[in-house]
């Protein structure tokens, strides 16, 4: 997801957090963000097709390994510890059932000029071991 | 988990320019479990490239303050999902109970299972309690949360490796596929 990004006198600052945007918001120091549904889902890149296919092939798995318990044919260790992983795949894939896939694009969010802006924000913070 | 990102907090207060000791051991491992911590969603660890390239991090931040719900309630479910999906997984391994395998290599199997379905179980309520009660200082109590994880690790992979032993000798008929299967196309 591209988040809210922030834009003081035309140039980037950080990634907003949801509190940070409330607060500025809630303070008039931005305009509020008008997003429907539709605009989020637009930013999603061709996902239904492949999300289709995934489930497609684990659903056929899962009825292999039924068809085969059925017809008393041997089922592997393997096969079990994959029914677990796909077990843990649709927990998955429930929660992020929504989320737009491969948003490059932040939401621009542009600071008014009248206000001094944020010294400091909280994505700007580095962990400095990484770096 | 929470034993790593009190580690991690108290070694690295959240400054931009805080020279961190690049020839410890200690920078090593930070680095090593940095991921991990992140992955457990308990807390935002930017990296500078991250912040770089102006991205949001993609995981962790559910505990962050925010106006919508308290944060130890989302806590709360990010613990009961985690759990429910440990136990959920450690008991579909269960349905490889009564495997034809050696003797040994079948009750490994169902130790391994039943730790993993264990773990969980003794995880929740001892964060859950931390978490309602908003206090993450290191307690003895930890030692069980902590010992469940590495229980929960060594099972898993005890598990796998048992899985790699069944090719040795595996049972007849386990490459005959399901009768009906073969008309349909399938990938």
């Known amino acids: 997801m591209g988040g809210f990004m922030l834009y003081v006198d035309g140039k980037r600052r950080a990634t907003l957090r949801p509190d940070e945007l409330l607060l500025f918001i809630l303070h008039e120091l931005v305009e509020m963000p008008v997003i429907v549904e539709a605009d989020i889902e637009d930013r999603s890149k061709g996902d239904r097709l492949s999300k289709t296919i995934a489930i497609l092939q684990l659903a056929w798995f899962v009825l292999q390994l039924v068809a085969r318990y059925v017809q008393d044919l041997p089922v592997t260790l393997l096969e079990v510890d994959t029914l677990a992983l796909v077990a843990l795949a649709g927990i998955a894939y429930c929660f992020w059932w929504k989320k737009p896939k491969d948003v490059g694009r932040p939401y ?7 206000a001094s802006p944020p010294r400091q924000l ?5 962990v ?4 | 988990m929470f034993f790593l990102e009190i580690v991690l907090i108290r070694l690295h207060p959240r400054q931009v320019d805080v020279e961190s000791p690049t020839d410890s051991w200690v920078y090593f491992v ?4 940095y991921p991990f911590a992140s992955l457990m969603g308990y807390r935002t660890l930017n990296s500078s490239r991250a912040v770089n390239s102006r991205r949001v991090p ?3 931040g559910y505990g962050e303050n925010c106006v919508y719900s308290p944060p130890y309630f989302r806590l709360l479910i990010i613990l009961l999902i985690a759990c429910v999906a440990g136990i959920a997984f450690g008991g579909i391994h269960c349905l490889g109970w009564n495997f034809s395998q050696g003797h040994a290599e079948q009750i490994l199997w169902r130790a391994a299972s039943l730790a993993i379905i ?3 179980v003794l995880i929740l309520p001892f964060w859950a309690y931390e978490i309602k009660t908003d206090n993450f200082a290191p307690r003895l109590a930890d030692v069980v949360p902590i010992v469940s994880i590495v229980i929960y690790s060594i099972a898993r992979v005890i598990l796998i490796v048992l899985i790699f032993m ?4 595996p049972p ?3 490459y005959d596929t399901v009768a009906w299967t073969n008309p349909i196309p399938h990938f």
């Open chain 2, 166 to 169: 069944s090719f040795r000798s």
């Open chain 2, 172 to 174: 007849p008929g386990t």
């Open chain 1, 108 to 114: 621009a969010v542009y600071w008014k000029t009248t």
């Open chain 1, 122 to 126: 909280a994505y700007e913070y580095v």
């Open chain 2, 118 to 120: 264990s773990a969980p």
């Open chain 2, 58 to 60: 993609s995981l962790g």
């Open chain 2, 30 to 33: 930070v680095t090593c479990i």
């Open chain 1, 128 to 131: 400095n071991v990484l770096s």
